[in-house]
């Protein structure tokens, strides 16, 4: 019997599909991603003695597999020095892996944000992350988390032609006026 | 003041893993194209519930068959747990950031109601429900035997 929990244990085999998904947002290439999660798991269970059991796993193991490809696309921009633009072609080259339409257009777009919006809308908008949890994982203030997040969205939503509809567009304002408007009448 | 109604996929955490559970088959093997059969993710999800089942790589048999059966109790077991656990990660995470903190916000910390939120956790959600290649298990299996914190490089791959 080993020290770990049967509860962590579950909740490391269920983080899997987390991990993966954001591996491949961050990596483009399925492959790549798959190393980055196999890293974190062996990764994860070593360290695990370290962690403390009810605090949030799945941001932890989150924060290990982020160092993990930022420590990875350190060594190789140094081995390789020209990657600009790899990640856009794997992903281009491979619409056949991505099936729908929508889905393409939407892993294209993210493609094109500067990684640390990507990974912050990815950790927010997708993942489901609080902005404090997403703060935690990329090492940086809420704030920052704030605003990336708030960039990301502004691209992405330019990048799929999609209206920003309450937080940002200009119909919220319009909505407003037409509500006092109307309860003026009254 | 004009809001789009919140779609069932628009859950807080926890709520992928959920949708997970129930499986897309039929969308299933098109983007990581592993092509694994349908046992290894149901019986991941399988024990995740409150009653836990043992875990999945340990047993030595991954019916594919029982891990249908027990992926219904795991996802109910997971909806009913999930918010708690929630609560518990928000507040050590205000713990942590004591002082630099403004309070949580919604759990989603973004509006899940616009449609650029919806799209983007849909393709998400895609990603999500893909099947667990066998290797993740194989690893896991391994590092198995040897106890957590314990020595590197005995269950790695070898990099």
């Keep these: 019997m080993t020290v770990a929990s049967e509860q962590t244990q579950a909740e490391l085999v269920a983080a899997i599909p987390n991990l993966r998904a954001f591996a491949l947002s961050l990596a483009g290439n399925v492959d790549r991603a798959d190393d980055l999660v196999q890293e974190t798991l062996v990764k994860a269970w070593h360290k695990l003695d370290t962690f403390q059991d009810g605090t949030n796993l799945k941001a932890w193991l989150f924060t290990i597999l982020r160092n993990a490809f930022y420590s990875d696309l350190r060594k190789h921009r140094r081995e390789t020095p020209d990657v600009d633009g790899e990640h856009a072609m794997r992903l281009a080259s491979h619409p056949e892996q991505h099936g729908h339409l929508d889905m393409q257009e939407m892993l294209q777009a993210l493609d094109k944000l500067p990684e640390e919006q990507r990974e912050a809308v990815l950790l927010v908008g997708a993942e489901g992350f609080a902005y404090e949890e997403a703060a935690e994982i990329c090492g940086c203030a809420v704030g920052t988390i704030k605003s990336r997040v708030n960039r990301a969205r502004n691209k992405l939503a330019e990048l799929m032609h999609i209206t920003p509809e309450d937080d940002f567009g200009p119909d919220r304002l319009g909505v407003t006026v037409l509500a006092a408007a109307q309860g003026a009448k009254r | ?159």
Aim: charge should be positive; hydrophobic fraction near 35%.
């Design chain 2, 1 to 159: 003041m004009v809001q789009p109604p919140v779609e069932a996929n628009a859950l807080p955490a926890g709520g992928f893993q959920k949708k997970c559970g129930t499986g897309n088959r039929d969308r299933t093997g098109a983007l990581l194209g592993s092509g694994i059969g349908p046992g290894g993710l149901h019986v991941a999800f399988a024990a995740r519930g409150n009653r836990l089942a043992p875990a999945p790589w340990r047993g030595n048999d991954m019916s594919s068959d029982e891990g249908k059966t027990n992926t219904a109790a795991a996802a109910t077991a997971q909806a009913g747990a999930a918010p708690a656990s929630k609560d518990q990660n928000v507040q050590m995470m205000a713990n942590v950031n004591n002082g630099e903190l403004q309070p949580p916000e919604g759990p989603s910390g973004m509006e899940a109601s616009d449609a650029l939120g919806r799209q983007l956790k849909k393709v998400y959600g895609k990603l999500l429900s893909e099947p667990v290649p066998d290797k993740f298990f194989e690893l896991l299996k391994k590092l198995d035997q040897i106890p957590p914190g314990g020595k590197p490089d005995s269950g790695s791959k070898g990099t």
